[in-house]
């Protein structure tokens, strides 16, 4: 049994308390040695009264506890570590009895020096508050300047000023340093007139300036008061405009539409899309392009395929030939049906196959047989809009794309359209993780042949593998997206429309397509299912280890900040990184220990900006001290948790070409997604994809579970290339200081070629707006207001921005994304 007993409870007010006894009989009270820092400064006996410990040990005397003052020269505002040891030099457990953490051997403390304050407030001069303020030491009197100025307005803080300006007047009266007066020009909301209660505090001190507080009236200019009143008044009427917009909107009898009533909406766009697409192409019989129309059949419900080659026959496009390859069906009534077809319609043929081939072989024999420009794929039971052929042609025509699609829908048993799949333009990184492109898709013959036919060994995912393919072949710029409906998928009780398990065979032929796609690209990769689905998640298996600079801007905030830090550096298993903390003018005394304690971590460096709030000024002063190759802004409201984190955007910057900027997927504390990407419009400017949505559901055509690319990601998680970010001149802190600032500069990206890439993989918390508060707050409104006006002033006639590639033209951007439907209307003809 040890013969000591003790425990360190607590540090205060500079004085550290505990108790400690020797358990021998006869024992005499405790010689401690006192330790800072590791080497021994004291010695002291434990011979104070504890009755509580007494009581609680049934000790003979109550004299054993101690109380020891640390040393004038260990409060430095330094980071330091005491201790306490026996005789035999066992330590003396620190335990605050507060808590249940596990006992340690030393406490790490910072302790300060309280100084006396000289100061003065003049007044409001020349449109400023002015004043002076000296710090005096209480041993030497010197005197100082450069002390920090926390102002208040009604209680509420306002601003903020470094005390450093030259006032002669003082030190010729007072002595000491002369650089210790200030200015403060009012916020403009001060200006406005009426009496105001202003308090002046150095900080941390929390010491009140001399003469305050200041009970004033600041109506020194009565024209500025007179313009800042208009201002005041056209901001409140364009609240009040845009709230009676809303309730117009709410109360208005105009239908909303939403995929929740898709077939009504459905059926009265295929009608408008019948008028626009009209004669849409003029050419003559002799020029008009042959399209050959693929359809592999195997033993298919008459019913269905009676609709399907109706469906071919119906279209406003006569230039057409329908290419039926029976797949050894057998199947005599179908036999019969088709050759009446083809009798009664020289434009049908019919290749017959000795045997069931599958579907790749029997698509193949019917493009050797083609004698189209084009070549369109169609499912044996599907079903074409009477104008789709025509509205591809003139697309082709019109963009000379080599390669292009449309949007689909499907249709069930009784005939009702549902679970349309409305479709960015291209988008590769999205096509890896699911064939989006599918219906109807359009192809150059001569592309077509030159990249080769369809695999066998990929059946179940031949189609697929074919667009990938032809992403090897064709540049980007050869794909097109033709944004209208024009193909109805049927779903049958054995289609994979129905249910996807039915045909388990494709997921691992999905598997097989995607690797070997990456393997031909020289990609190093590992492809897997998302929960036993066609969709498929990549994992890059980049070994280069770029460097990386986090950079975290805060005020303050302190318990947030540093939860966001530590979870940085306990969840981060990337060895290339450092983590820059952007200290914009904390003033508590806690924001400076946090800095202490943190500034000897080998990773993180502070760099300290002394201005009112502007994100993308930090940002950009942090990323100008930096020459990493890449930068992660991150708010520090974000908090990480999956170790590969940063190693998986970095891969994911590296993966692919033209890429420049990774974003995440942030979840509300509750679980639910606060941004999945960022969709961006003239109606909206800019919402976060499936806001709201649990963080475990796919999201629309499984957008929420799979990587792809996007217009912008929010900047409170993201990776840049810093030499991109440099070329584009990063983030505009002139015009856009707090809101859009990330949108704007990715769309900057975006124009100078580059891709923005929302990575699935990179999940974190995020406490949206905790930090700096919600723009909808009464005092954020006019600055929202104006950088919003100003988003649309820079962005509304860029193509690209009033209409995102990455959203379809259908759904709407102020409302509910990927759900809440345009009226069809309003669409345009399209190309």
């Known amino acids: 049994m040890q013969p000591f007993m003790g425990m360190f409870e607590a540090l205060a007010d500079r004085e550290a308390r505990g108790w400690a006894i020797d358990t021998r009989p006869n024992a005499q009270a405790v010689r401690l040695h006192v330790l800072v820092d590791r080497q021994e400064v004291d010695t002291i006996f434990c011979d104070r009264r504890r009755d509580d410990v007494q009581a609680a040990l049934g000790h003979p005397h109550g004299r054993l506890g101690f109380l020891f003052k640390?040393?004038?020269?260990?409060?430095?505002?330094?980071?330091?570590?005491?201790?306490?040891?026996?005789?035999?030099?066992?330590?003396?457990?620190?335990?605050?009895?507060?808590?249940?953490?596990?006992?340690?051997?030393?406490?790490?403390?910072?302790?300060?020096?309280?100084?006396?304050?000289?100061?003065?407030?003049?007044?409001?001069?020349?449109?400023?508050?002015?004043?002076?303020?000296?710090?005096?030491?209480?041993?030497?009197?010197?005197?100082?300047?450069?002390?920090?100025?926390?102002?208040?307005?009604?209680?509420?803080?306002?601003?903020?000023?470094?005390?450093?300006?030259?006032?002669?007047?003082?030190?010729?009266?007072?002595?000491?340093?002369?650089?210790?007066?200030?200015?403060?020009?009012?916020?403009?909301?001060?200006?406005?007139?009426?009496?105001?209660?202003?308090?002046?505090?150095?900080?941390?001190?929390?010491?009140?300036?001399?003469?305050?507080?200041?009970?004033?009236?600041?109506?020194?200019?009565?024209l500025e008061a007179r313009l800042l009143g208009m201002q005041d008044i056209v901001d409140r009427l364009y609240g009040e405009i845009v709230q009676l917009r809303t309730s117009i909107a709410d109360v208005m009898p105009t239908p909303s539409h939403s995929l929740g009533d898709y077939d009504r909406w459905a059926r009265h766009y295929y009608v408008l899309l019948r008028g626009r697409a009209g004669g849409i192409l003029d050419v003559t019989d002799e020029a008009a392009p042959l399209v050959s129309i693929l359809c592999p059949t195997w033993r298919p419900l008459l019913s269905d395929f009676e609709a399907a080659v109706g469906s071919v026959l119906a279209q406003t496009w006569r230039h057409w030939e329908l290419i039926i390859i029976d797949d050894g069906g057998g199947a005599v009534e179908i036999t019969a049906r088709i050759e009446a077809w083809c009798k009664a319609d020289s434009r049908i043929r019919c290749i017959v196959l000795p045997a069931n081939l599958g579907i790749s072989a029997a698509t193949n024999a019917g493009l050797e047989a083609a004698r189209g420009e084009y070549v369109a794929f169609f499912d044996h039971d599907d079903l074409l809009v009477d104008v789709a052929i025509e509205v591809m042609v003139a697309a082709a025509a019109a963009t000379g794309a080599q390669v292009l699609y449309s949007d689909e829908d499907k249709i069930d048993q009784a005939g009702y359209f549902l679970e349309p799949n409305l479709k960015p333009d291209w988008n590769y990184r999205y096509l890896l993780g699911c064939n989006y492109v599918c219906h109807l898709l359009f192809v150059r013959t001569a592309t077509l042949r030159a990249v080769g036919p369809l695999r066998a060994e990929y059946d179940g995912a031949q189609d697929h593998?074919?667009?990938?393919?032809?992403?090897?072949?064709?540049?980007?710029?050869?794909?097109?997206?033709?944004?209208?409906?024009?193909?109805?998928?049927?779903k049958t009780p054995n289609s994979t429309a129905v249910d996807v398990s039915k045909k388990g065979y494709a997921i691992e032929a999905g598997i097989r397509c995607v690797s070997d796609h990456l393997k031909r690209r020289g990609?190093?990769?590992?492809?897997?299912?998302?929960?036993?689905?066609?969709l498929y998640g990549i994992e890059w298996l980049e070994a280069a280890r770029p460097s990386v600079?986090?950079?975290?801007?805060?005020?303050?905030?302190?318990?947030?900040?540093r939860r966001c830090i530590e979870a940085l550096l306990a969840h981060t298993d990337y060895g290339n990184f450092e983590i820059i903390l952007v200290d914009n003018w904390s003033v508590t005394r806690e924001a400076i220990e946090f800095r202490h304690r943190l500034s000897r971590h080998s990773r993180v460096r502070f760099i300290t900006v002394e201005e009112e709030f502007n994100f993308s000024r930090l940002n950009n002063i942090a990323a100008a001290q930096s020459?990493?190759?890449?930068?992660?802004?991150?708010?520090?409201?974000?908090?990480?948790?999956?170790?590969?984190?940063?190693?998986?955007?970095?891969?994911?910057?590296?993966?692919?070409?033209?890429?420049?900027?990774?974003?995440?997927?942030?979840?509300?504390?509750?679980?639910?997604?606060?941004?999945?990407?960022?969709?961006?419009?003239?109606?909206?400017?800019?919402?976060?994809?499936?806001?709201?949505?649990?963080?475990?559901?796919?999201?629309?055509?499984?957008?929420?579970?799979?990587?792809?690319?996007?217009?912008?990601?929010?900047?409170?998680?993201?990776?840049?290339?810093?030499?991109?970010?440099?070329?584009?001149?990063?983030?505009?802190?002139?015009?856009?200081k707090i809101a859009y600032n990330d949108v704007d500069l990715c769309l900057k990206v975006r124009m100078a070629g580059y891709r923005v890439i929302w990575c699935a993989e990179f999940v974190a918390a995020h406490h949206e707006s905790l930090?700096?508060?919600?723009?909808?707050?009464?005092?954020?409104?006019?600055?929202?207001?104006?950088?919003?006006?100003?988003?649309?002033?820079?962005?509304?006639?860029?193509?690209?921005?009033?209409?995102?590639?990455f959203y379809s033209r259908f759904f709407t951007v102020q409302r509910q994304n990927f759900f809440d439907l345009v009226d069809p209307a309003s669409l345009a003809t399209t190309a």
């Open 70 to 222: 640390v040393p004038d020269r260990f409060v430095d505002g330094e980071v330091h570590a005491l201790a306490f040891r026996f005789a035999d030099r066992s330590v003396v457990p620190f335990m605050d009895p507060a808590t249940s953490e596990e006992p340690a051997e030393e406490l790490e403390f910072i302790l300060h020096r309280r100084y006396d304050f000289a100061s003065f407030i003049d007044g409001m001069k020349q449109g400023a508050l002015r004043g002076w303020v000296q710090r005096i030491d209480p041993d030497t009197r010197e005197r100082v300047g450069g002390c920090r100025i926390l102002l208040t307005a009604n209680g509420a803080p306002v601003a903020q000023a470094r005390a450093d300006r030259y006032r002669g007047d003082v030190a010729a009266a007072l002595g000491g340093d002369p650089n210790c007066g200030f200015e403060i020009v009012l916020p403009p909301r001060l200006r406005r007139g009426g009496a105001q209660t202003l308090r002046f505090m150095v900080t941390p001190d929390e010491h009140e300036l001399s003469g305050s507080p200041l009970t004033t009236l600041l109506v020194d200019d009565a």
């Open 465 to 490: 593998d074919l667009i990938l393919r032809l992403a090897e072949a064709v540049p980007a710029s050869g794909f097109h997206h033709v944004p209208e409906i024009l193909y109805h998928w049927r």
């Open 523 to 534: 990609i190093a990769a590992t492809v897997r299912s998302i929960r036993g689905l066609t």
């Open 549 to 561: 600079a986090i950079i975290v801007p805060y005020k303050d905030q302190i318990q947030t900040t």
């Open 627 to 736: 020459d990493a190759d890449f930068l992660v802004f991150m708010n520090n409201d974000v908090f990480v948790s999956d170790p590969s984190w940063l190693a998986t955007i970095v891969a994911e910057a590296q993966a692919l070409p033209e890429v420049a900027i990774v974003g995440g997927k942030f979840l509300y504390p509750n679980g639910t997604i606060q941004h999945a990407g960022v969709v961006v419009g003239p109606d909206g400017v800019a919402s976060h994809a499936h806001r709201g949505l649990p963080a475990t559901e796919y999201g629309y055509i499984g957008r929420a579970m799979l990587s792809h690319e996007v217009s912008a990601v929010t900047a409170a998680g993201m990776l840049i290339r810093a030499s991109v970010f440099r070329e584009v001149g990063g983030f505009d802190e002139g015009q856009l």
């Open 771 to 805: 930090s700096r508060g919600s723009d909808d707050q009464p005092a954020n409104e006019a600055r929202f207001f104006h950088e919003t006006q100003l988003m649309l002033a820079r962005w509304g006639n860029v193509p690209d921005f009033r209409h995102d590639p």
